[in-house]
């Protein structure tokens, strides 16, 4: 419910949705919030917002908010509601005594995107120097966990490498397995604006996504490529920069490591890669391949964004590799205009995995085995840190239920609905003696809890989020929490219950220690993002005001690395038993799974899931729009209504996963990226039948 009246005053903070990080004006009444208005002066929206954003806030103070703890003994039994000091102290003696009777490495914590940087930082804190192990992880984990890794080992950062602003520059864009218009308005809007003003664009996604339709497009490409194939695709695009000598060859003389680029140039060269080769594995006419490398490669400017559509494949490390390639080879880097752009689902995912949330890494890519950052860590924290990489959030899952992992701190993240193959899932999680979850609701994730911690959402804390730019922009609280506690004060008060205290009195303190521990957040403080507004990371003495365009002078591992990237097809194939292909996303009014907008008025625009299919496929079927139809993976079942669409290709089904009841994640199978373990969500080959409603 949004509360009107004449507001009385305002604070400036940023919005809680996804990745953009526009900047907001809450307006208040006394303690309510009366309206969100856009902020001019918002570095990464200038004044703009989209409907997610601007509308729906009043899930903050919606009836379903947690604000008791609670605790239970076991989850057969009801739950009671306690005092936080009680339930602190049950969940700090529950993680002692399993650690006690199963060993140090049988517990750990899962931190959220969702939630602020310093909040995530000290989630991380508490596992490696509370818990003593290295147990920690992220629901970056199952969407942009790739990104991190291919673009750390092509460019040696593991982040977008521009301002949104720079799109203003390019003369021709990629958009790979990205829907931005829905799920990234306000940069969807932006790139639209370059798209009239005459840039070209190139769309390689299974879908027709509406940017296509963008009003006055000089050029506008569809590669409609099949599910899962990413790879072929842009090895394919590729292949014609080497062939037809299309390369800026006096970049990559002098950005480029040689012998790196002679080889992947050797690989990529082979004609198995040609479009002509590849037709019948990507479904893409050659010449259409051939038509849109030329179009990246003459461009003057070429920019590459990408999404979940690349990341979320049992290739998507090789896939983001692949992009880096493309760019390196066409000397598409180090200026405006260009560059490798992850577009982040989440507001914090870029933050949550700057903040060492990867059980490899400690906060700025620091991996845990390199001793010079770990002594500065121990000597901060006083305690050792163990120098072996811990358990990722499939591996937490798998030790689960061999009966090895027995605890989990889980901030922010309803796991049990997120992660892909449920069932798998729920049996890990049934399977701990604690599960403790912090949130806001009373999430899925909470069914199979122990202590239920009340969270408290962006209006009620203050922090900072880090955008899909690298740009680290101030939340500011605007009311108390609902629970009495901000998230982060809990976790201080967990850490000292097990016997380890950290002291901060306001989560500026937090973002101290984090500048004395990070090189790439040194010069960060919340007086200097006072004074400026916003800071784009690497902030520090050599760029004290922030990098806003990455890689101009060189790459932070000085070269940048081609690599090789073989094609290799996903286990999820289309056949006899699951003839079509299931892909996901999301739309304009919605955000995941819908936590949040289902509970504002967005959910008037989009009231159940849907599955997409093309005519010809309804045809052979018998479908009409609106039956009801069973799908079935070789990982579940479930049931949505059909809507015929020519956006779809023949072959390929979508559905987007805003409604528990309808169950993405029911029929997504457990197929994860070689690299990182995300989840192969974009890809599940079903079964479409008719059913009699359910
Ligand atoms: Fe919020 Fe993203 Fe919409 Fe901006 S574009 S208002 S950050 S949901």
Redesign the pocket.
């Known amino acids: 419910v949004i509360e009107q009246g004449q507001p009385e005053h305002s604070v400036i903070t940023?919005?809680?949705?996804?990745?953009?990080?526009?900047s907001?004006e809450a307006q208040m009444k006394g303690d309510k919030v009366v309206r969100m208005v856009?902020y001019k002066g918002g570095d990464?929206?200038h004044g703009?917002?989209?409907?997610?954003?601007?509308f729906a806030f009043g899930y903050a103070t919606h009836p379903d908010r947690i604000t008791t703890p609670m605790i239970r003994d076991s989850i057969d039994q009801p739950w009671r509601e306690v005092s936080w000091e009680e339930a602190i102290g049950f969940a700090a003696e529950r993680l002692k005594a399993t650690q006690a009777q199963y060993g140090r490495e049988s517990i750990g914590g899962i931190t959220s995107s969702r939630c602020t940087n310093e909040e995530t930082y000290l989630v991380q804190k508490l596992v490696r120097a509370t818990f003593g192990n290295n147990n920690t992880d992220t629901c970056a984990r199952v969407c942009h966990s790739p990104t991190g890794y291919g673009l750390k080992t092509t460019l040696g950062e593991s982040a977008g490498t521009q301002t949104f602003d720079s799109v203003m520059k390019a003369d021709a864009i990629i958009v790979i397995g990205a829907n931005p218009t829905d799920a990234?308005?306000?940069?969807?809007s932006l790139m639209r604006r370059r798209l009239r003003e005459g840039a070209r664009l190139i769309v390689a996604d299974p879908r027709r996504i509406d940017l296509l339709n963008t009003p006055h497009l000089k050029d506008g490409q569809h590669l409609p490529l099949r599910p899962g194939t990413n790879v072929a695709l842009v090895n394919a695009l590729a292949h014609v920069v080497v062939d037809e000598g299309l390369g800026d060859h006096d970049f990559i003389a002098a950005r480029c490591d040689t012998p790196a680029y002679q080889a992947w140039r050797q690989f990529i060269a082979d004609t198995r890669h040609s479009p002509e080769a590849t037709a019948d594995i990507t479904g893409v006419p050659a010449v259409d391949v051939r038509h849109a490398a030329r179009t990246y490669a003459n461009a003057g400017n070429g920019a590459i964004y990408y999404g979940l559509g690349v990341t979320e494949h049992s290739q998507g490390s090789t896939m983001v590799m692949g992009i880096a390639n493309l760019a390196m080879a066409t000397g598409n880097l180090g200026r405006e205009g260009v560059g490798v752009n992850p577009l982040r689902g989440q507001?914090n995912v870029q933050g949550s995995c700057d903040m060492g949330s990867f059980p490899h890494e400690l906060p700025g890519y620091q991996h845990v085995a390199d001793t010079t950052a770990r002594e500065r860590f121990e000597a901060e924290w006083g305690t050792p840190i163990d120098d072996e990489p811990g358990l990722r959030i499939p591996n937490m899952f798998d030790a689960a239920i061999d009966g090895s992992f027995k605890a989990l701190y889980v901030q922010g993240e309803d796991i049990a609905q997120s992660d892909p193959n449920t069932q798998h899932v729920e049996r890990a999680l049934s399977s701990l003696d604690c599960l403790i979850v912090q949130d806001i609701f009373l999430n899925e994730t909470a069914k199979y809890a122990h202590v239920l911690l009340p969270g408290s959402s962006f209006l009620e804390k203050d922090g900072t989020f880090t955008?899909a730019e690298r740009r680290i922009n101030r939340v500011r609280k605007v009311m108390e929490p609902l629970g009495g506690k901000a998230d982060w004060e809990v976790t201080l008060e967990l850490s000292h219950a097990m016997g380890y205290p950290m002291d901060y009195a306001h989560p500026s303190e937090i973002m101290d220690e984090i500048a004395r521990l990070t090189p790439s957040f040194a010069g960060v403080s919340y007086a200097k993002l006072d004074e400026q507004g916003s800071l784009q990371w690497p902030c520090n003495a050599e760029y004290p005001l922030g990098m806003p365009t990455m890689h101009e002078v060189d790459f932070p591992i000085g070269r940048g690395r081609f690599t090789i990237t073989e094609y290799m097809a996903t286990e999820e194939r289309a056949s006899r038993r699951f003839p079509l292909l299931l892909t996901t996303g999301r739309i304009l009014s919605q955000?995941n799974v819908g936590a949040q907008t289902r509970r504002t008025n967005n959910q008037v625009w989009h009231d159940e899931d849907i599955l997409d299919l093309h005519p010809s496929d309804a045809e052979v079927r018998g479908i009409k729009d609106g039956d009801w139809l069973g799908i079935t993976s070789r990982a579940g079942h479930t049931v949505l209504r059909a809507r015929l669409s020519e956006r779809m290709q023949p072959g390929v089904v979508y559905t987007t996963f805003h409604h528990p009841d309808s169950g993405a994640n029911v029929i997504t199978t457990d197929s994860s990226d070689w690299a990182t373990n995300c989840p192969e969500y974009k890809v599940t080959a079903v079964q479409v039948e008719k059913v009699s409603r359910p």
């Open positions: 940023t919005c809680a949705y996804c990745g953009v990080g526009c907001f856009p990464a929206n703009h917002s989209c409907v997610k954003g601007r990234h308005p306000v940069f969807g507001n955008n955000y």
